[in-house]
């Protein structure tokens, strides 16, 4: 198998692109049957991945002109943009996706409407596939993001492809696909920031707790694939998460303090280390980087996109990141005694290292 290339269910394989802080996950899905196999692409991606798919294709069904189906969950060119490409070296291949989503994505051109099935034009949400007799299910995902998104639910693996929603920023250290409780942070961030209203995402997490049987696995385009208990354990959270236009709308009183304090310590950090203080501010306000929840100018910060309590842990995290092991300990104090100074609450401690005061007793 190619790097890159994980089997996550049966005939189901997940193919993962290379960024270490949001990447795409391109599923494959081989439907055998007697006769014949249907053979799925599920959001293909962009230019990027076409010679991984290339090769995976080949790979797991003799060849990209065996491809039967793509099936598109929303718009967006993360996961369209290859899509020119792609019906251009898979003759055979349909393009599976809402109304909604065909009437963006056949822009690009190139793309004969003959290629495309509407969802909405099915007679039921469930579809037997004829030639292999396996059913699937379409799971409306209605303005998460996108009015018209769409969810792929597959009965037989209980796998349910969920394209953004329950997606992350990745912040789960390590190899592998699968999600643990440190994958929550990059999910909650990527909710918050891209989900247009708490109640979108209530709805959809209602719908998905519909179906029959319950989805073992939700393999969503971004971030980790989530299996066993976490998975109602996340959709519980985020059914209580509040996001997008609701979020700016809360009125969080100590917003405008939070952004005193951080810029306060910025400043401060210049005069201790001028090194980290530039590291930590390119971090934050890489331009184009939406993982980001800060909005810089020059070196302040004039806005965040999360709740207080979440900005501040995620700075917390950087200058762990970032800080040289000698002074860590001393940045933080730094930063939390600029918290302290505004009083904006928070939860952090030092950890004193076992070395210092082993050293105490020589
Ligand atoms: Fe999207
Ligand atoms: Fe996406």
């Not at 269910?9 to 196999?37: A, C, P, T, W």
């Not at 598109?72 to 109304?99: M, R």
């Not at 999910?187 to 959809?204: D, L």
């Amino acid at each position: 198998m190619i790097k890159n290339l994980f089997k996550i269910g049966k005939d189901f394989f997940l193919l993962k692109s290379e960024e270490s802080d949001f990447h795409r996950n391109i599923y494959f899905r081989v439907f055998r049957g007697e006769k014949r196999n249907v053979n799925m692409i599920m959001d293909p991606g962009t230019k990027q991945d076409l010679n991984n798919i290339i090769t995976v294709s080949k790979e797991l069904f003799g060849g990209i002109n065996n491809l039967d189906l793509i099936f598109l969950s929303h718009q967006d060119p993360d996961l369209t943009s290859i899509l020119p490409s792609i019906v251009a070296i898979a003759p055979k291949a349909k393009v599976i996706a809402s109304i909604d989503t065909w009437r963006l994505v056949k822009m690009y051109g190139d793309i004969s409407e003959k290629r495309f099935v509407a969802i909405e034009n099915f007679k039921s949400d469930v579809l037997t596939i004829k030639a292999t007799g396996h059913r699937v299910r379409f799971v409306s995902a209605m303005y998460c993001h996108f009015r018209g998104a769409m969810m792929l639910y597959d009965y037989e693996n209980r796998i349910l492809f969920s394209g953004d929603f329950l997606g992350g920023v990745d912040t789960r250290k390590g190899e592998g696909v699968f999600a643990d409780e440190s994958s929550w942070d990059g999910i909650k961030i990527f909710h918050e920031i891209y989900m247009p209203i708490s109640g979108a995402v209530k709805e959809t997490i209602d719908r998905i707790s519909t179906l029959n049987p319950f989805p073992e696995i939700i393999a969503p385009q971004h971030g980790d694939v989530i299996k066993g208990d976490l998975v109602v354990e996340f959709m519980s959270r985020l059914y209580d998460l509040t996001v997008g236009y609701d979020l700016i709308k809360k009125v969080e009183p100590e917003k405008e303090l939070t952004i005193v304090a951080i810029n306060d310590f910025l400043e401060q950090l210049k005069g201790v280390s001028p090194q980290l203080g530039r590291e930590l501010i390119d971090s934050i306000s890489s331009a184009g980087n939406f993982t980001s929840p800060f909005v810089t100018k020059g070196d302040a910060i004039t806005d965040f996109k999360l709740p207080s309590s979440d900005a501040i842990k995620v700075l917390w995290d950087k200058i762990e990141l970032l800080a040289p092991p000698d002074k860590e300990n001393e940045i933080k104090t730094l930063f939390i005694a600029s918290l302290e100074q505004y009083n904006v609450p928070h939860k952090f401690k030092i950890e004193e290292k076992i070395e210092e005061i082993e050293d105490l007793f020589d």
